[in-house]
């Protein structure tokens, strides 16, 4: 199967900080990524749609000022929490399609995100 | 009511069962069905994708689609305590690259 690296897959950080997470689709192209959160015993939520080459799509209720999303080539999304708080600690994973293709996704390992 | 609903569990089997788990949609224009497992503090790894109606195996797992009734099911055989994770169903439309995921069934394989 494709593969999809996710760096770093845990993070601690001081609040007011920022931390940026890297999306990287190792084995083919992908002209879009998605940036899911999940919270304990919940499902993925999305958040956002990346694109390469343009902005990205966010989800209604998610701050795109905040969760800014960089898509600048066809096989890396980034997501960087600004200004992180308390609150926006939780698992933050990515996934992206093959270019082309129709049927599945394929996740990146996640990263652990903890803002004290 | 959910696009898609999953039964959270926790569902506890001895090992060398064979587990059955499900999920139930609303949607009727799901066309792709997918079956993730999802260890903790790990993303979630594609099982099965199936599409439309009608029954798929791997190995030990079995996918099957009910359209009809809306109704998706994975099966597993001869579990093993490895297999203890979250399953989580996914489901999207034709044309869409963005499926809509279960909130996942934790399965528990004790010795």
């Known amino acids: 199967g494709a593969v999809v690296s996710q760096h770093p897959s845990w993070v601690i950080c001081k609040s007011g900080t920022s931390v940026k997470i890297e999306c990287r689709s190792l084995?083919?192209?992908?002209?879009?990524m998605f940036w899911y959160r999940q919270f304990p015993k919940q499902s993925l939520m999305l958040m956002a749609t990346s694109n390469e080459g343009s902005k990205a799509t966010y989800e209604q209720g998610v701050e795109k000022d905040k969760f800014l999303i960089n898509h600048a080539s066809l096989t890396l999304s980034t997501l960087t929490v600004t200004s992180a708080h308390p609150e926006d600690s939780s698992f933050y994973i990515c996934?992206?399609?093959?270019?082309?293709?129709?049927?599945?996704?394929?996740f990146g390992q996640g990263t652990r995100l903890t803002v004290v | 009511q959910k696009e898609v609903e999953q039964d959270p569990g926790p569902l506890s089997v001895p090992e060398g069962a064979i587990v059955s788990l499900n999920c139930t949609y609303s949607n009727s224009a799901f066309q792709y069905f997918m079956w993730y497992r999802q260890y903790s503090r790990k993303g979630p790894e594609l099982l099965m994708y199936?599409?439309?109606?009608g029954n798929k195996e791997d190995g030990r797992f079995t996918a099957q689609v009910d359209k009809s009734s809306k109704y998706i099911s994975l099966f597993i055989r001869d579990s093993q305590p490895s297999d203890s994770a979250t399953y989580l169903c996914a489901m999207k439309p034709g044309g869409s690259y963005i499926p809509t995921f279960g909130r996942g069934t934790s399965l528990i394989v004790h010795p």
């Open positions: 084995d083919f192209q992908a002209t879009t």
């Open positions: 199936t599409y439309s109606s």
């Open positions: 996934s992206a399609d093959r270019q082309g293709t129709n049927t599945e996704a394929f």
